[in-house]
């Protein structure tokens, strides 16, 4: 029998409360996490190990839908200093649209990561991604649609104590037979509040053909990074446009198992 998204959310999440009680922080790699944000950094994760981004989706008055819940998970794993593979992955989704109460699961979509040029400080890591569509379970899609195919150039460097995640987007988006480009554009700049704490700030744009509009917001988020390979956060996404979705609330970590695949 063919396992279902849900059951492989929770089993994929069962690594997490196992890895911490056993890992040793002095020789834990460092989890790189893509999350809340929309924003990818075009740095990748440590080579041979699994990464875990988990999260709950709450939005409200979108164009699509009245109200929509979602969890959330991107797996993630670097084959070489160049090449990281990603699944992102919505296994479970509750929607209500015109009146009607939905519930879905199963979206799925695969992905790659290469890194063009490693950067270091000011001078920054340059990389692209392109992302295909699986499968769509069907629940209503946000402002921006749901991509068939996706093309991504992303920058990522640091400017003193600020990071910065730089993406370009280039999509094709279907409705039946009509098929059409969107672009897309984000800035997200993190700052260390403390140690531990930090809070990030995002500009994002994206062209809407088929509603020929364009969506804009911003997003704040907070971060609590307790050891190397856990990081908690929470995102607050307000829309700016009449055809962008008006809130959304993005809670969850990022866990990176702390134990290589392969030998180096």
Request: hydrophobic share 40%; no cysteine; net charge neutral.
């Amino acid at each position: 029998m063919k396992p279902s998204p849900l059951k492989l959310f929770l089993l994929l999440n069962m690594f997490v409360p196992l890895s911490v009680a056993q890992s040793n922080d002095a020789d834990e790699p460092e989890a790189n996490p893509g999350r809340p944000t929309i924003a990818t950094p075009a740095t990748i994760t440590p080579v041979g190990y699994l990464q875990f981004e988990t999260g709950y989706l709450g939005a409200t008055h979108s164009p699509e839908f009245s109200s929509r819940y979602s969890l959330t998970e991107v797996v993630k794993l670097s084959a070489t200093r160049r090449l990281e593979f990603v699944v992102p992955i919505e296994p479970f989704a509750h929607s209500t649209s015109n009146g009607i109460t939905s519930n879905g699961g199963g979206d799925l979509s695969l992905g790659a990561q290469a890194v063009l040029f490693h950067g270091e400080g000011a001078k920054p890591t340059l990389a692209t991604s392109y992302f295909h569509h699986v499968y769509d379970d069907g629940a209503p899609s946000f402002d921006i649609g749901s991509p068939t195919n996706t093309i991504e150039l992303l920058g990522s460097a640091d400017l003193g104590r600020f990071h910065l995640d730089v993406n370009f987007f280039f999509a094709e988006l279907v409705q039946g037979s009509v098929r059409r480009g969107q672009f897309g554009q984000t800035i997200s700049a993190s700052y260390p509040i403390t140690k531990k704490f930090g809070l990030t700030a995002e500009f994002w744009h994206f062209s809407q053909p088929f509603l020929r509009g364009n969506a804009v917001g911003n997003l704040w988020a907070l971060t609590f990074t307790p050891r190397k390979t856990l990081v908690f956060d929470v995102g607050f996404n307000r829309g700016l446009t009449s055809t962008s979705t008006r809130w959304e609330v993005d809670a969850g970590f990022t866990y990176l198992l702390p134990y290589r695949l392969w030998k180096r």
